[in-house]
């Protein structure tokens, strides 16, 4: 075995969480969209709808839930909305907040979409155990993504 330089990093790319991630993070991505496809749906759209399902909710709560910027949102809706998966109505209590309420159709929808990610979950998950898929759920639960998590500060 040769020895290693001192300048020489330590890590492979194997070894670097972040890549592994990225790389698993896109090739799902990539599984999940197919998946949708076949019922018509984006990523974001299907998870509009997931978020919909619970109940109607003010189209500020959604930005907030779904953590996207206003425009993203009213453009989602209007996607939504002009397949009668989505309606929008003003808030009887303040003119000026809509509420956003998924329809029977994209309830209908959903289910569809939910097959289809079963399926796509079941073969990205085979190997894992449940023990296994608990304790993903609470280190991916773990993980700090969100842009104000990191301080960008150079060494």
């Given amino acids: ?31 999940i969209r197919r998946a949708l496809a076949t019922t018509g749906l984006a990523p974001r759209h299907a998870m509009t709808l997931i978020q ?25 809706l209007n ?16 003119r000026r ?8 159709e994209g309830t209908a929808r959903l289910e569809k979409s939910g097959t289809a990610l079963d399926t796509v979950e079941r073969e990205l998950f085979a190997d894992l155990s449940e023990r296994d898929l608990t304790a993903l759920r609470r280190i991916l639960g773990k993980l700090r993504t969100a842009p104000e ?3 960008c500060t150079e060494a």
Avoid: C, N, W
């Fill in 1 to 31: 075995m040769a020895a290693k330089d001192e300048g020489t990093p330590d890590a492979s790319a194997k070894d670097r969480l972040g890549f592994l991630l990225a790389y698993h993070g896109s090739s799902t991505e990539t599984l």
């Fill in 149 to 151: 998590d990191f301080s």
């Fill in 52 to 76: 919909l399902a619970e109940g109607p909710v003010t189209q500020k709560a959604l930005i907030e839930t779904l953590e996207v910027d206003p425009s993203v949102l009213v453009s989602l």
């Fill in 97 to 104: 907040r809509h509420i956003v309420e998924i329809t029977p």
């Fill in 79 to 94: 996607d939504l909305e002009g397949d009668g998966l989505v309606s929008r109505r003003r808030d009887p209590a303040d």
